[in-house]
Every structure is written in structure tokens, then in C-alpha cells.
């Protein structure tokens, strides 16, 4: 069991009051949960808990990693929660004027996978021979790449 879970294991168990409690929050076996604390102290090297038949309390040692403990479960939550998130969506319609070369040497091939990634958007293509008549069309802001003076074609 790892040192995360151990820990939680930790914090449950003192919260609860009791291993068998703590298990059964964690659908876990009290044994399971009385072994791992006794792991949990043996790595550490401290006594983490006084135990009696009735009463589970921390020790100060205990009271100290229970702390901390609280605070590391609380940062790998937030770790996890940032990390789930999803970025923004695109949505909508994106209307696309392209010449013939460029549609079919770049565009289309990299267009099922940008889809999968944003299945929310809608994409249309309108595909030209003439790319100088696309504003005549209702397309604006076409990329024209300038060869420099001295290129040879």
C-alpha cells in the first residue's frame, strides 16, 4: 500500500475514532486498516496511536502527522481536480475558405483528430480554384504566404 493511502488510512481512522469505523468507510477490512497504520509507524518510527479496547486517540506524534496528513490529502485533491480539468471547448461554427492545395495537403488530413478534440464545433469548408474570389464569396482573412523576391518557382 502506498504512503498516500496509509496516510489516508491515518487521517480516516482518527477522524472515525476507530479502525473498524474507518474501514468500513473505506470498504475495507479493520485488519487491513490496523496493518497499514502499524506500517505507516513502523516507517516512520513513532507511535501514532494509543490504542485500548474502547478509545482510539493520536499520540502527539500522531497528532502532528494526522495534521500534515490532512493538508497533503488536501493538495493532492486539488492536484487532481486542476488536473481533470478540461480546457475550454470550442463551439459553434467555424467557416473555413481554402484553395484546393492547401485543403488537401494540410488541412484535411489534421481535420478528423482537431474534430475529436472538439466534437462541440462545426466546420465548413468552402474549397476554391480562384483564392483571389473568396472575398466575393464572404470569406475574409485569407493566408496568402508572400514568396520572397529572389524565389524561384
Known amino acids: 500500500m502506498d504512503r498516500i493511502r496509509r496516510i489516508e488510512l491515518l487521517v480516516r481512522a482518527a477522524?472515525?475514532?476507530?479502525?473498524?469505523?474507518?474501514?468500513?468507510?473505506?470498504?475495507?477490512t479493520p485488519s487491513a486498516v490496523s496493518h497499514a497504520i502499524a506500517?505507516?509507524?513502523?516507517?516512520?518510527?513513532v507511535s501514532l496511536f494509543h490504542r485500548t479496547?474502547?478509545?482510539?486517540?493520536?499520540t502527539s506524534e500522531g497528532e502532528d502527522v494526522y495534521l500534515r496528513g490532512c493538508e497533503v490529502l488536501r493538495q493532492m485533491s486539488e492536484l487532481?481536480?486542476?488536473?481533470?480539468?478540461?480546457?475550454?471547448?470550442?463551439?459553434?461554427?467555424?467557416?473555413?475558405?481554402?484553395?484546393?492545395?492547401?485543403?488537401?495537403d494540410i488541412v484535411m488530413p489534421?481535420?478528423?483528430?482537431?474534430?475529436?478534440?472538439?466534437?462541440?464545433?462545426?466546420?465548413?469548408?468552402?474549397?476554391?480554384?480562384?483564392?483571389e474570389d473568396m472575398?466575393?464569396?464572404?470569406?475574409?482573412?485569407?493566408?496568402?504566404?508572400?514568396l520572397p523576391e529572389t524565389a524561384c518557382l
Open 80 to 104: 487532481e481536480t486542476s488536473a481533470r480539468k478540461t480546457p475550454e471547448r470550442l463551439t459553434g461554427i467555424l467557416r473555413v475558405g481554402l484553395p484546393v492545395a492547401l485543403s488537401s
Open 135 to 146: 472575398p466575393s464569396e464572404g470569406v475574409q482573412g485569407l493566408f496568402q504566404p508572400r
Open 53 to 58: 479496547t474502547r478509545q482510539l486517540r493520536l
Open 39 to 45: 506500517d505507516l509507524e513502523k516507517s516512520l518510527g
Open 15 to 28: 477522524e472515525a475514532g476507530s479502525f473498524a469505523r474507518a474501514a468500513s468507510s473505506l470498504d475495507l
Open 110 to 131: 489534421k481535420l478528423p483528430a482537431f474534430l475529436r478534440h472538439h466534437p462541440e464545433l462545426r466546420v465548413e469548408f468552402l474549397i476554391m480554384m480562384q483564392p
